[in-house]
């Protein structure tokens, strides 16, 4: 019976969820399985792949052959690695911890690029954030800005008006002053 790892789809359309199996070749892609090593989530960003590590290399070793995606998956999450480095364990070439420290070394440094990765999206999403208030600033600002005018040319017409008032009132007043100014020299007059 050949075996294959690879990725069973569930989750809902246009979100999918995979399941990551140990299979019969012959079995459908959603039908029976052997085993459930992992989950994958395309959805996330970076992509959120849970697996069981051992049951994979386990699965390799008994002869399970992965599809491309599923391949990609192992040989991410360091699966692959672990299994040629048992490998070489068997043939004699190292010995187990040396194994065990690759592993660890890889393992660490591919944890440091995926951190960075995340800050540079968070970074990225921060930014993103802090142009676009910056740009709904700038409008508002216009936008202030413009109404102002708008009720500065409104006022335009009754300032004018206000000032043509006040213009004729010193007239008045003058004449005012000079009529008070007739009425006192009548007076002294008479």
Known sequence: MPVKIRLQRHGKKGKPFYWIVAADARSKRDGKFLDKIGTYNPNTNPATIDLNLDSAVQWLHNGAQPTDTARAILSYKGALLKHHLDGGVR?????????????????????????????????????????????????NEKRIAAQAEAAKVEEAPTEEAVEATTEEAPAVEENNEDSSQSEQAEQTEA
């Open 91 to 139: 043939k004699g070439a190292l010995t187990q911890e040396q194994a065990d420290a690759k592993l660890a070394a890889w393992l660490e440094a591919k944890d440091g690029k995926v951190d960075a990765k995340k800050e540079g999206l968070t970074k990225a999403q921060a930014d993103a954030k802090a142009k676009a208030l910056k740009a709904e600033k700038e409008a």
